[in-house]
T-cell receptor, first 117, second 116 residues
Framework: AQKVTQAQTEISVVEKEDVTLDCVYE???????LFWYKQPPSGELVFLIR??????QNEISGRYSWNFQKSTSSFNFTITASQVVDSAVYFC??????????????FGGGTRVLVKP | GAVVSQHPSWVICKSGTSVKIECRSL??????MFWYRQFPKQSLMLMAT?????????EQGVEKDKFLINHASLTLSTLTVTSAHPEDSSFYIC????????????FGPGTRLLVL
């Protein structure tokens, strides 16, 4: 069974502070994909990143960066110099390689980020 | 791009009526679409996997006769909530995968359903 845990339910920061969202996953698959999605108050899920289990390189995209540590089964997400527009719920998700299962996504519980001006 | 739309964006209906929600992939073909349900301040719960031209695969605990799914084309899947009751009130979100690609799901904007 697959499981994704986001221990932080809510994080509140002041604008320009950095914020790191934790994500720990469990899977028996040797090949899998990890994702981060952003859900602003409007409700739509916005795709942020996909990471293949064989690619442990960290990635940076603007103010966003991701730290994939296979040894600790973690895929953490950092927002640098946070802005009010970053306020949203962020979901970490996991997809295995079992095509018969349709590559279903297993979501974490989400972390609500509130950036105060 | 990978744009997914949903219609309607929100709907209010009376108890006992049926409601149809459409999910469309606007700029790509999607053999597989997914339907999720999300309660306030909770995570997404997968309801079913919709495959074009075949029957949907429902998750355990999801009533097939209650939540009818039809995926008649490569760009359209519909979810019909039959004989809706207040407990069916929720936020319903669909996602779609590009045909030939099984990695990333692209999500629609969601449909808020309120059953009175």
């Amino acid at each position: 069974a697959q499981k994704v845990t986001q221990a932080q339910t809510e994080i509140s920061v002041v604008e320009k502070e950095d914020v790191t969202l934790d994500c720990v996953y469990e899977t028996r698959d040797t090949t899998y994909y990890l994702f981060w999605y952003k859900q602003p108050p409007s409700g739509e899920l916005v795709f942020l990143i996909r990471r293949n289990s064989f690619d442990e390189q960290n990635e940076i995209s603007g103010r966003y960066s991701w730290n994939f540590q296979k040894s600790t089964s973690s895929f953490n997400f950092t927002i640098t110099a946070s802005q009010v527009v970053d306020s949203a719920v962020y979901f970490c998700a996991l997809s295995g390689q079992i095509k018969a299962a349709g590559n279903k996504l297993t979501f974490g519980g989400g972390t609500r980020v509130l950036v105060k001006p | 791009g990978a744009v997914v739309s949903q219609h309607p964006s929100w709907v209010i209906c009376k108890s006992g009526t049926s409601v149809k929600i459409e999910c469309r992939s606007l700029d790509f073909q999607a053999t597989t679409m997914f339907w999720y349900r999300q309660f306030p301040k909770q995570s997404l719960m997968l309801m079913a996997t919709s495959n074009e031209g075949s029957k949907a695969t429902y998750e355990q605990g999801v009533e097939k006769d209650k939540f009818l799914i039809n995926h008649a084309s490569l760009t359209l899947s519909t979810l019909t909530v039959t004989s809706a009751h207040p407990e069916d009130s929720s936020f319903y979100i669909c996602s779609a995968k590009k045909t030939g690609s099984w990695e990333t799901q692209y999500f629609g904007p969601g449909t808020r359903l309120l059953v009175l």
